[in-house]
């Protein structure tokens, strides 16, 4: 199969992960030309998946090449939401829901007679449970004809059998360490965002704190540019840091299972987590360890044998921050359904007596940065297609938010939603 390259000089728009981009979407391009039916891309949050594939996306579409992109939610486990998905991204097929087994036979049946090329994007597997809708993506993939390829994007195991085509050498699966930014890639972005050139000593401090994390290294620039002293500025940033709180507590934490979630504030004291560690605890240290591989935590290394695994520094930091948050609230805070609302900018002098004062803090303080950026282009008119391509991440994404901004401000639509931000001036 003959795909053009993704590559193009002036094609790509100046952004936090440029530079990751030309690499992958190099790799990306050789791989199709050389008949590989998957590119999968899983990985926790904040590497760029969804801003790669979109990217991806874009290119192939300015060089001819039919590109679909399917945002997958939870909702698409139900028959009837799926089907209306792959009705609206229909990908030029002739489709009939008049019945499920029908409708997949046919879509299947004309995947496999495709001759032109086609590359499907599916963002958000990690929703998908139902073993129905995962044999139907599995058929899709194995009995399409070779004119079509696949992007799969996961926070965690994606659930279907890719061992097949790993072994045939049809599978390209970038690792973490590639989906992560260089020294290089930081000192080029330093250089877009802060305006000058990040000396050998900064880009050094903030690779050893963020691992090159893509969404730290961001937060870690930002912090940089509101300082007056940046090297000092940049011992003091930590997973404590307000911006990468709200992060990790929207896009992470609170996606993982409860008892993951309970499990990680025990072992949270250093960022090695070992079975002998664990075995003086409890008895089902590799299951656990299963569990941090498969859902997707922030680890920089996770051993083969499941014997041992690091976490991202900063996660581990954010980590020590919840736990020593929830042994104080215990005490403090009466009400334990309204944790957003303590700011944890200074938690380590002040967090008693934000707790105290967490009543009388008025609502908009519980909107993150990204929930008042969502309000702010949703009274512009903008939909959620076009919410998420202007900020780089996917639908699910957008709806995931829009859902905490409903719950926070006591409203169960967007009208009613901006009328109220805008009476408390958030936007």
Not at 94 to 117: A, H, K, P, S, V
Not at 180 to 189: A, H, K, M, N, W
Request: proline share 3%; net charge neutral; charged share 25%.
């Amino acid at each position: 199969m003959v795909v053009p390259h993704l590559l193009t000089t002036g094609h790509f728009e100046q952004g936090p992960l440029q530079e990751i981009e030309r690499r992958l979407c190099r790799q990306i391009s050789e791989s199709l030309t050389h008949g590989t039916k998957v590119v999968s891309l899983r990985a926790p949050a904040g590497y760029g998946k969804t801003t790669l594939a979109r990217q991806s996306q874009r290119l192939l579409e300015q060089q001819g090449v039919d590109c679909r992109y399917l945002s997958l939610t939870a909702q698409h486990n139900k028959r009837a939401a799926f089907v209306d998905l792959l009705q609206r991204n229909s990908c030029r097929l002739e489709t009939c829901r008049q019945n499920f087994t029908r409708f997949r036979n046919l879509i299947i049946d004309q995947l496999d007679c495709r001759q032109d090329t086609l590359v499907i994007v599916l963002d958000g597997l990690e929703h998908i449970l139902s073993r129905e809708i995962q044999e139907f993506i599995s058929r899709m993939i194995f009995s399409s004809s070779a004119a079509v390829t696949f992007m799969l994007l996961s926070r965690t195991e994606l659930p279907l059998p890719l061992s097949e085509l790993r072994m045939q050498g049809r599978l390209l699966e970038p690792t973490l360490q590639q989906l992560s930014l260089s020294d290089s890639e930081v000192g080029e972005l330093g250089a877009r965002i802060l305006g000058y050139k990040l000396d050998s000593t900064l880009i050094d401090g903030i690779q050893k704190k963020t691992m090159g994390w893509s969404a730290g290294v961001t937060a870690a620039l930002q912090a940089l540019q509101q300082a007056q002293e940046p090297k000092s500025s940049l011992q003091q940033f930590s997973g404590r840091d307000r911006g990468l709180v709200s992060y990790f507590r929207e896009n992470v934490f609170s996606r993982l299972g409860t008892e993951l979630q309970q499990f990680l504030l025990t072992f949270c004291e250093n960022p090695l987590i070992s079975l002998a560690q664990i075995d003086k605890i409890r008895s089902d240290g590799v299951r656990m360890m299963e569990a941090i591989e498969s859902q997707g935590v922030l680890t920089t290394e996770i051993a083969r044998d499941r014997s041992y695994c690091h976490l991202l520094p900063l996660f581990q930091e954010f980590l020590n921050l919840e736990a020593q948050y929830r042994r104080t609230s215990e005490t403090t805070v009466s009400d334990h359904d309204k944790p957003n609302r303590v700011i944890y900018a200074d938690f380590d002098s002040h967090h008693r007596q934000q707790a105290t004062q967490a009543e009388s803090w008025p609502m908009v303080e519980s909107l993150t940065n990204r929930e008042q950026q969502l309000l702010q282009l949703i009274s512009d008119g903008d939909t959620n297609r076009e919410i998420a391509e202007k900020l780089f991440i996917s639908e699910q994404t957008v709806k995931w938010h829009l859902n905490k901004v409903y719950a926070k401000l006591g409203v169960k639509n967007r009208t009613t939603a901006v009328a109220k931000a805008r009476s408390c001036c958030a936007i």
